[in-house]
């Protein structure tokens, strides 16, 4: 998978990286006021910036101040960011303990696998510090089934969707505490719905 979104970003497969502007993913996340408070925040707490796309969120961090890191399985994605963000990392594996404020998680997850996601979101947790956010966007059909194909080409396409079952095990499994679980919009059949988790 790390591959094919090198081949993304290396050329023009602008139908795979969002371009969505950073206000309007910054409103359905929700988390205007924790980027408010952590850009006012003077010690060393960041957000990490997960799903690169076009770099637009970066941009617009970097613009406003906010010590932020990026976080792509992509190497090249990472790098076409690195001017405007304090570190980049491929792999959350990679992630310091206790060290942000809140993760922002945009049209990431439907072209991630179960597996890979229930892993990430577990060291997603022990980067968090104490009181801190995990905002994840993810897909959902309008019924709530959960879409249990998530192969190498569903995932390539975005089309691995859940539901909020799914998130509360998750957020079990990685001892973090669900807030809240929204819909926020709807494309067709898809149900764009936002999962906030705090790490108590």
Known sequence: MPDFWDRAHEGSAHLWLTGTDPQQAISRLGVYDALVDLGDDKTNTRILD???????????????????????????????????????????????????????????????????????????SRSLRSGGILALQYAATSDLSLFVDDN?????????????????????????????????????EVRWRVVSMIKP
Do not use: C
């Not at 995932?155 to 809240?180: C, E, I, Y």
């Open 152 to 188: 190498d080409e569903t995932q390539k396409v975005g089309a691995v969707t859940r539901n909020p079952d799914w998130f509360a095990v998750a957020a079990v499994n990685a001892s973090l505490l669900v807030m809240s679980d929204v819909e926020t919009d709807a494309f067709g």
């Open 50 to 124: 997960v799903g690169v796309g076009e770099g637009r969120m970066a941009k617009y961090l970097k613009r406003t101040d906010v010590k932020h890191d990026v976080l792509d399985v992509s190497a090249k994605a990472v790098q076409n960011v690195s001017k405007f963000s304090i570190d980049g990392y491929t792999s959350a594996t990679e992630l310091s303990d206790d060290k942000y404020g809140l993760i922002m998680h945009h049209l990431v997850s439907q072209h991630m696998s179960h597996i890979d996601l229930q892993d990430q979101i577990t060291e997603f």
